[in-house]
T-cell receptor, first 114, second 112 residues
Framework: GDSVTQMEGPVTLSEEAFLTINCTYTATGYPSLFWYVQYPGEGLQLLLKATKADDKGSNKGFEATYRKETTSFHLEKGSVQVSDSAVYFC?????????????FGQGTTLQVKP | DAGVTQSPTHLIKTRGQQVTLRCSPKSGHDTVSWYQQALGQGPQFIFQYYEEEERQRGNFPDRFSGHQFPNYSSELNVNALLLGDSALYLCASIRGGHPELFFGEGSRLTVL
């Protein structure tokens, strides 16, 4: 079945460092891809999305490009801030079903130190 | 515009008891999905409701059941609670034809 694999955390960076969180997926169809962020004690917030190959999602300085050839959707940010400390989840949605079912990776914890 | 709201935010139950969690979707959304997020894990899809019917179900036993009301709000019921049911239960809503889910802050269930 469909699945999502993320790099294991925690990822610890100094403020203003470059961030990459790897995400690869397995899917039989043409999924939409998402990054969600979860701050301590809160629910999930959509960070960015891409619905077809070569699309680039971006928001709040974060970017991810839908790479069909490598089945990847890596999250990047050029300069992280302490406020970016959170858990990041990569997820996919079966584009054909569109029924609100997402398959999530296990999450990657990011810790940014001043 | 209120987002997805869930209640209660925290609750404690003992093994064998039953629990009901509630969710109101974001305004304009007609589809509700429920997820279970164990500590340190990604959310797992439980089921999804649309037009008051269960449309898709994940790999969860029949102890997990749900309901959707005419106003699109939803309930998640879990019977015969086990210690392993301790988790954050997330409700998410979606507007038909759009792939983006909006999540509530969750109900944290502890089973003792």
């Amino acid at each position: 079945g469909d699945s999502v694999t993320q790099m294991e955390g925690p990822v610890t960076l100094s403020e203003e460092a470059f961030l990459t969180i790897n995400c690869t997926y397995t899917a039989t169809g043409y999924p939409s891809l998402f990054w969600y962020v979860q701050y301590p004690g809160e629910g999930l917030q959509l960070l960015l999305k891409a619905t077809k190959a070569d699309d680039k999602g971006s928001n709040k300085g974060f970017e991810a490009t839908y790479r069909k050839e490598t089945t990847s959707f890596h999250l990047e940010k050029g300069s992280v801030q302490v406020s970016d400390s959170a858990v990041y989840f990569c997820a996919l949605s079966d584009h054909s079903s569109n029924t609100g079912k997402l398959i999530f990776g296990q999450g990657t914890t990011l810790q940014v130190k001043p | 515009d209120a987002g997805v709201t869930q209640s209660p935010t925290h609750l404690i139950k003992t093994r064998g008891q039953q629990v009901t969690l509630r969710c109101s979707p974001k305004s304009g959304h007609d589809t509700v999905s429920w997820y279970q997020q164990a500590l340190g894990q990604g959310p797992q899809f439980i089921f999804q409701y649309y037009e008051e019917e269960e449309r898709q179900r994940g790999n969860f036993p029949d102890r997990f059941s749900g309901h959707q009301f005419p106003n699109y709000s939803s309930e998640l019921n879990v019977n015969a609670l086990l210690l392993g049911d301790s988790a954050l239960y997330l409700c998410a809503s979606i507007r038909g034809g759009h792939p983006e889910l909006f999540f509530g802050e969750g109900s944290r269930l502890t089973v003792l």
